[in-house]
């Protein structure tokens, strides 16, 4: 496939997990974040694990663990101790400085070059997702900062050693791998959460139903297939796309105001997106001239 279509399949993941907010506060307000963790990666892994029946040996298995730990188990519980400390723009905000740490652990890792455009794409990015989620009484708390700092740090650090590690599997079971992983490593800890099971009703089984089979499997599988295909700044630009979702359904679906300034907003995301793509684009190769020969 050309590399614009493969940029669109994979922007659908971002899109898809910006209605995660109201799955989460219409479907399952009486659950903490720790268990809708759990319920959305684990299930999923394992379902998919029994489509695929393949499980990773020899160094592949630390290796899951380590994408687990990154992309869901530590990524998913900075993110929600952030959301709970911070207001949710100021959270939004920490989560759109990832595509920065891709960049400088896309060199470190991967020896990728650091381009001014990509970066400056990246700063415009987020002052796109400030204007659109920010609010003049957004309050600032330290270990909130920290976390949401440290969990795009973690989820960065997941999207470029799963370009750099690629097992030679199909990007279904790569995703059953690193879902069960994360699911997994999250598991001992549900006896601490604060959850009353009494309140469990059918309404929480249909968004657990719909994180974990749309927002977790289907977006992952679009988004590991994304990162093997694309460059890992690529990919994680597109994660910008997440917070104007969101803003965008809120607007449709719960009658939420939509400002100017969030208009704004979302037009410099858009425009962020497009520079730093045009930024990251392949080169063309130039044939070299052929010698004469007699």
């Known amino acids: 496939m050309s590399r ?15 209605s995660s907010y109201i799955v989460t506060t219409q479907f399952l307000p009486n ?19 029994s489509l695929v029946r393949e499980l990773p040996h020899g160094h592949w298995i630390w290796k899951m663990f380590v994408l687990g730990a990154l992309n869901f188990a530590v990524f998913w519980s900075l993110l929600f101790f952030a959301a709970y400390r911070l207001p949710g723009g100021v959270a939004a905000v920490m989560g759109a400085l990832q ?14 070059p650091i381009k001014a455009l990509s970066l400056l794409a990246v700063a415009a990015g987020s002052l796109g997702v400030a204007l659109l989620v920010l609010t003049p009484d957004a309050s600032l708390d330290m270990g909130g900062i920290v976390a949401g700092i440290a969990g795009s740090t973690s989820m960065a650090f997941g999207v470029v050693l799963s370009r750099k590690w690629q097992p030679q599997v199909s990007t279904l079971t790569f995703t059953a791998w690193q879902l069960t992983a ?33 927002g977790a499997a289907t977006t ?20 910008l796309l997440s917070p ?6 809120g607007w449709l679906f719960l009658h939420e105001t939509l400002s100017m300034m969030q ?31 007699r």
């Open 4 to 18: 614009p279509i493969d940029l669109s399949i994979t922007a659908l993941a971002p899109l898809i997990w910006g």
């Open 31 to 49: 659950l903490d974040p720790l268990t809708v963790s759990v319920l959305r990666a684990l299930p999923a892994g394992l379902l998919l694990l």
């Open 99 to 112: 595509p920065f740490v891709v960049i400088l652990a896309s060199r470190v890792l991967l020896g990728s």
């Open 182 to 214: 994360g699911g997994l490593l999250l598991l001992p800890f549900v006896p601490l959460a604060p959850t009353d099971w009494s309140s469990f009703n059918v309404t929480n089984v249909l968004g657990l139903a719909y994180l974990g089979l749309i």
């Open 220 to 239: 992952y599988i679009i988004w590991l297939r994304g990162i093997r295909k694309l460059h890992p700044t690529a990919v994680s630009l597109l994660g």
């Open 244 to 249: 104007m979702s969101a803003t965008l359904l």
């Open 263 to 293: 208009s704004i907003g979302m037009v410099v995301v858009l425009m962020s997106v497009f520079a730093g793509q045009y930024a990251l684009r392949p080169r063309p190769q130039t044939a070299k001239p052929r010698l004469a020969t």
